[in-house]
């Protein structure tokens, strides 16, 4: 098994940085969208230095896939630094109809110091921001109720500015994703591939899978355990957690009868499986960081 080595930057990301520089001075708030399972991994490092002051929304996104106590935890610790908070299921719409009343409450202030100057109506002008694929396009189009800014399952696929007007009080400002030039630390890496907010044909499917079983089996032992029907020891990741990952994704390919020509168990198969069961929610809820762990 080989290590995880990511390095994905594209062009158009410089670019992205450089626009959002010099849009930000045409909205009142930004709105952040984030992968409620991964809340760090799901953030430009950069988002806050390039930010600033402007009033701060974060959206968790599927958050319908998280671990509600992770959501909990994550809404309290964005809120203690000021922001405000929005659960949503963009794929569905769950939480989408509330973006606009959170987004009138953050610029509460704002919009009274408008009405003192008789800017009665003026409406509120936010920008959407999020790292390829946290579901940043579908959000959008959920709250227009319309096919307004293109989405889709290969990251980055959004290009260029796109205003979208929601209502007479409110006009959002898509960008494109941005990410990071490389990946310092490679459980970032990681948590993106698991999530596929970078290509699967960046790594080896088994090798990430593998990770996935271990970092799974250290937080959610129990889930893993009745699903594959399997003996999860947690202490078994204290040693090589890719030695132990494939160990669990071994079982787990015999456990389904996965095998391929010659008799030998299928684990390849069983990787995917992982995978799509995981990204797809069939596997539990899961929320892989938590908010202590932000500056570890």
């Avoid at 106590?69 to 989408?96: C, F, H, I, M, P």
């Avoid at 799974?216 to 999860?232: D, I, T």
């Amino acid at each position: 098994m080989r290590k995880v080595n990511i390095q994905w930057y594209p062009g158009h990301m410089t670019k992205t940085r450089r626009q959002i520089e010099a849009d930000l001075g045409q909205v009142d708030m930004v709105a952040e969208i984030v992968d409620a399972r991964i809340p760090i991994s799901s953030r430009n490092p950069d988002i806050d230095a390039l930010v600033g002051s402007k009033p701060r929304l974060i959206v968790l996104n599927r958050a319908d896939q998280a671990d509600p106590a992770g959501n909990r935890l994550w809404a309290r610790s964005y809120q203690t630094k000021g922001y405000a908070v929005l659960e949503t299921d963009a794929k569905s719409g769950r939480g989408v109809p509330g973006f606009a009343a959170a987004s009138r409450g953050l610029l509460r202030e704002q919009i009274e110091r408008w009405k003192a100057k008789g800017l009665v109506g003026r409406p509120v002008r936010a920008m959407v921001v999020g790292v390829p694929n946290v579901g940043k396009s579908t959000f959008i189009n959920q709250v227009a109720r319309r096919k307004s800014a293109k989405a889709g399952d290969r990251p980055g696929v959004t290009r260029g500015k796109q205003w979208v007007t929601v209502d007479t009080g409110l006009s959002l400002l898509d960008t494109p994703g941005i990410l990071w030039p490389k990946f310092e630390d490679e459980r970032v890496g990681l948590h993106l591939a698991y999530t596929g907010a970078v290509k699967d044909d960046i790594m080896d499917v088994e090798t990430l899978a593998c990770r996935l079983m271990d970092d799974l089996a250290r937080r959610y032992p129990r889930a893993l355990a009745e699903r594959y029907r399997l003996e999860v020891s947690p202490k078994g990741t204290e040693q090589d957690s890719v030695a132990y990952g494939y160990e669990l994704l071994r079982a787990a390919a015999e456990r389904r009868g996965f095998r391929i020509s010659g008799g030998d168990v299928d684990t390849e198969r069983m990787a995917h499986i992982l995978l799509d069961e995981f990204r797809s929610g069939k596997l539990g809820r899961f929320t892989l960081e938590l908010p202590e762990e932000e500056n570890a």
